[in-house]
């Protein structure tokens, strides 16, 4: 069974910068393979941020290219994002997922694996 185990999250002022981490276990970590994170700001549907393939190939959503920046250990199986220049509109429940054969990156129904969610605050 694929376990999902977030870190990171908290809380940070307007401008600042936080990091993400999440260990992925359980399932070898195949070329068929996408990892991705979302979020869920109160009021609104959980939505994706970024998401990375098994050869690095990356997606961003539009509200957060070139400010957030998602990688992944493939040797340690943990998946990163990278927060700067944080908004209070990037408020969030943040959630990693991993899914297999994704078509749609950015689709929560894509995705049969997620972690615990982290929570982040941005004050301004």
């Known amino acids: 069974q694929v376990q999902l185990v977030e870190s990171g999250g908290g809380s940070v002022q307007a401008g600042g910068a936080l990091r993400h981490s999440c260990v992925v276990s359980?399932?070898?970590?195949?070329?068929?393979?996408?990892t991705a994170w979302f979020l869920k700001a109160p009021g609104k549907e959980r939505e994706g941020a970024a998401a990375?393939?098994?050869?690095?190939?990356?997606t961003y959503a539009a509200s957060v290219k070139g400010s957030f920046t998602i990688s992944k250990d493939n040797d340690k199986n943990i998946l990163y994002l990278q927060m700067n220049s944080l908004k209070p509109e990037d408020a969030a429940m943040y959630y990693c997922?991993?899914?297999?054969?994704?078509?749609?990156?950015?689709?929560?129904?894509?995705?049969?694996?997620w972690g615990q969610g982290t929570q982040v605050t941005v004050s301004s």
């Open positions: 990375i393939d098994y050869e690095g190939y990356t």
């Open positions: 359980g399932d070898e970590y195949t070329r068929h393979d996408c």
């Open positions: 997922a991993a899914g297999r054969y994704v078509a749609d990156r950015m689709q929560v129904n894509e995705y049969h694996h």
